[in-house]
C-alpha cells in the first residue's frame, strides 16, 4: 500500500481541486479522503507530497518508440523511461516501426514488449494502410483485438480521399478513432520548413500552411460523410484549427492535438540545426498564436509530444539531409508549464490537456476515483531546474530545448499503484 500525503488533488473528471490524501493498493486506487483522514493504512509506505499536485496519470497519445526496427535510436524500455520522467503514465506508439504495426503480430509483440520492458502503459496505434503505403486497407479489427487504440499512417498522411473513406467507414463500426497526419504531400514535397520570409532567409525550401489545413479539409469533409472520429495530430496552422472549430461547431466528431514545440517556437526560431526540424514544421508567429487561443478555449483536446527519437548519425547531419522529428517526453510539462505562468492557459486547463482531454478521444476515462487504476502524476509548478539532454533517458538526443532552464517539474509517475519514476 502506498499513501500519498499532503498533495493537492487537480483532477478536472470529477471537478476536483482540493487537499486530498489517496491510499493506492495493489493496482488501484483504494480510498481519497480529506488530509489525515485515511486511518486504516498504518503499515503503508507514505509519500509526502506537500507542496505538489496531483493529477490523473499523464497520457502521451503520439510517441515514436522505434521498436520494432529503429532500437538503436530507442526501445520501448528506455523510450518508456523518458515517458516516466516526463510525468506520463501512458503512451499511444506510432505505428511507423520496421516492420509497420499493420497487422496483430506486431501489435502483439508491441504490447508483450511493453509488459516486460515499459516502465508506462503502451497503448499502440495500428496503420491505416498496409505497410502505411496508401493501398490497401490494413487488418484494423484483428489489430483492435490485439490491443490498438487508435489508427493512423503517421509520418504521412492517408494516401488518397478514397482510402481515408474507406478506413473511415471502417473505424467508424470498429469505434476507433482514425489519427490523421494531415499534410498534402504534393504541396510539401521537398520541404525541410515553413514557407515564408525565415525560409527564404535561410534558402531553405518551405511549405506552405495550407499543406496541412488542405488535408484537413479534406478529412473533415470525409467525417461528415462515414460519421467516423477523426483526430488531427501535431495541428500546427491557424487555417486547421479553424477548420477544426468549425467542424465542432457543427458537431462533427473532430478533434485535435497541439505539440509542446509548435506552441513555444516559431519558424524564426529555426537555424541551420536540425535540431529545429520537423513535420509539420514549425509555423508562423500568427500560426502560434492562434495555437495558444485554441488551447485555452477548448478547440485542443489534447497536448501530445510526437516524441520522435533519431540517433545522433541520422540526426546530426546538414538541415535538408536530416530526418524529420525531436524528444518531447521530459520537457512537455516544463513547456506547458510556461504557459500557466504567463497566464495563457489556467493549471486546470493544462491538467486537462493531458488527461480528460486525450482520454476522451481514445474513447478513456482517466480521473481520480475509488477503484480506479492507480496512475498518478505527481508535479511541481515551482520546482527550477535545467534540461540537459545527455541526462535523458532516451536513446536519442535530438532536443531544441537542451540547456532550456524551467519552473516547475514532474516529481513522481505512478502507473499501477507502483512509483515507476521519481526526482
Ligand atoms: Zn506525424
Known amino acids: 500500500m502506498l499513501l500519498i500525503k499532503n498533495g493537492r488533488v487537480l483532477d478536472p473528471a470529477t471537478k476536483t481541486d482540493a487537499a486530498q490524501d ?10 481519497i ?7 486504516r493504512a498504518r503499515d503503508a509506505e ?7 499536485i496531483i493529477a490523473p496519470g499523464f497520457i502521451d497519445m503520439h510517441v515514436h518508440l522505434r521498436e520494432p526496427g529503429q532500437e538503436s535510436s530507442e526501445s520501448i524500455e528506455t523510450g518508456t523511461r523518458a515517458a516516466a520522467r516526463g510525468g506520463f503514465t501512458a503512451v499511444c506508439c506510432m505505428p511507423n516501426t520496421k516492420p509497420v504495426n499493420d497487422n496483430a503480430s506486431v501489435t502483439r509483440f508491441i504490447v508483450d514488449r511493453a509488459k516486460s520492458t515499459g516502465s508506462v502503459r503502451v497503448w499502440p496505434i495500428g496503420a491505416a494502410s498496409v505497410g502505411s503505403k496508401g493501398e490497401n486497407i490494413a487488418e484494423i479489427a484483428a489489430m483492435k483485438q490485439a490491443g490498438i487504440v487508435a489508427v493512423s499512417d503517421d509520418g504521412k498522411p492517408i494516401a488518397t480521399a478514397k482510402l481515408a473513406r474507406q478506413v473511415m467507414d ?6 476507433l478513432p482514425v489519427i490523421e497526419h494531415a499534410e498534402d504531400v504534393s504541396l510539401a514535397h521537398g520541404a525541410v520548413m515553413r514557407e515564408g520570409v525565415t525560409s527564404t532567409r535561410l534558402g ?6 495550407a499543406a496541412e489545413s488542405v488535408c484537413v479539409a479534406r478529412d473533415v469533409q470525409l467525417t461528415e460523410l462515414t ?8 495541428l500546427s496552422a491557424r487555417s486547421s484549427l479553424e477548420l477544426v472549430r468549425w467542424a465542432k461547431q457543427r458537431g462533427l466528431k473532430v478533434t485535435c492535438e497541439v505539440t509542446p514545440h509548435h506552441f513555444t517556437l516559431i519558424d524564426e526560431d529555426v537555424q541551420y540545426d536540425s535540431r529545429f526540424k ?11 498564436d492562434a495555437l495558444l487561443a485554441g488551447l485555452a478555449d477548448g478547440t485542443v483536446d489534447a497536448i501530445a509530444t510526437d516524441h520522435a527519437p533519431h540517433e545522433p548519425a541520422l540526426k546530426d547531419v546538414e538541415f535538408d539531409r536530416a530526418p524529420f522529428g525531436i524528444l518531447g517526453f521530459e520537457t512537455a510539462l516544463g513547456l506547458a508549464l510556461e504557459l500557466v505562468h504567463s497566464g495563457k492557459i489556467t493549471l486546470k486547463r493544462m491538467v486537462e490537456l493531458f488527461t480528460t482531454g486525450p482520454a476522451r478521444v481514445l474513447g478513456l476515462e482517466q480521473k481520480i476515483t475509488q477503484g480506479q487504476a492507480g496512475d498518478l502524476t505527481i508535479f511541481s509548478t515551482d520546482h527550477e531546474w535545467t534540461f540537459n539532454v545527455k541526462e535523458s533517458s532516451s536513446k536519442s ?4 530545448f537542451d540547456g532550456r532552464s524551467f519552473k516547475g517539474a514532474p516529481m513522481a509517475t505512478i502507473v499501477a499503484g507502483r512509483v515507476v519514476w521519481k526526482r
Not at 479522503?33 to 486511518?39: D, Q
Not at 471502417?170 to 469505434?175: A, F, P, R, T
Not at 531553405?204 to 500552411?209: E, I, T, V
Open 227 to 234: 460519421d467516423a472520429r477523426l483526430h488531427i495530430a501535431h
Open 397 to 400: 538526443r535530438n532536443s531544441p
Open 22 to 31: 489517496i491510499l493506492l493498493d495493489g493496482e488501484k486506487i483504494a480510498e
Open 204 to 209: 531553405l525550401r518551405g511549405m506552405p500552411a
Open 46 to 52: 507514505i509519500f509526502d507530497a506537500a507542496g505538489l
Open 33 to 39: 479522503a480529506a488530509p489525515g483522514k485515511i486511518t
Open 278 to 288: 520537423m513535420n509539420p514544421p514549425l509555423a508562423a508567429r500568427d500560426d502560434r
Open 170 to 175: 471502417y473505424c467508424q463500426s470498429l469505434d
